[in-house]
């Protein structure tokens, strides 16, 4: 998976907001990039630390957009960092 930083410069502002304003958006913008990912060959660890990236860049930059994204938001700032492997590991299986 591309480095979120880079991806998000590299998105518009509207991609972006059509990604994060709807959940079913962003699990299917997320399961999109899981299934390239397994056509690439990764393997679920693999995926798993891409979701994480991903997931750390959205708690750090992006401020949630719907209900759904709050409670994630929620509990990954205060998982450690073993349970953020977890939850990430539960979003790969959530988008397949």
Same mark, same amino acid.
């Given at each position: 998976?591309? @480095?979120? $930083?880079? =991806?998000?410069?590299?998105?518009?502002? !509207?991609?972006? @907001? !059509?990604? &994060?304003?709807?959940? %079913?958006?962003? #699990?299917?913008?997320?399961? @999109? #990039?899981? /299934? #390239?990912?397994? #056509?690439?060959? &990764? !393997? @679920? %660890?693999?995926?798993?630390?891409?979701? $994480? +990236?991903?997931? !750390?860049?959205? =708690?750090?930059?992006?401020?949630? +957009?719907? +209900?759904?994204?709050?409670?994630?938001? *929620?509990?990954?700032?205060? =998982?450690? *960092? *073993?349970?953020?492997? /977890? &939850?990430? /590991?539960?979003?790969?299986?959530?988008?397949?």
């Amino acid at each position: 998976m591309a @480095d979120p $930083k880079k =991806a998000a410069a590299n998105m518009g502002e !509207d991609k972006k @907001d !059509d990604i &994060m304003q709807n959940y %079913e958006s962003f #699990k299917n913008y997320l399961g @999109d #990039k899981v /299934h #390239k990912g397994e #056509k690439l060959g &990764m !393997d @679920d %660890e693999q995926l798993t630390k891409g979701a $994480k +990236r991903v997931a !750390d860049y959205l =708690a750090e930059y992006e401020q949630p +957009r719907n +209900r759904e994204e709050k409670v994630l938001n *929620e509990l990954w700032n205060v =998982a450690n *960092e *073993e349970e953020r492997k /977890h &939850m990430a /590991h539960v979003l790969v299986k959530l988008t397949k």
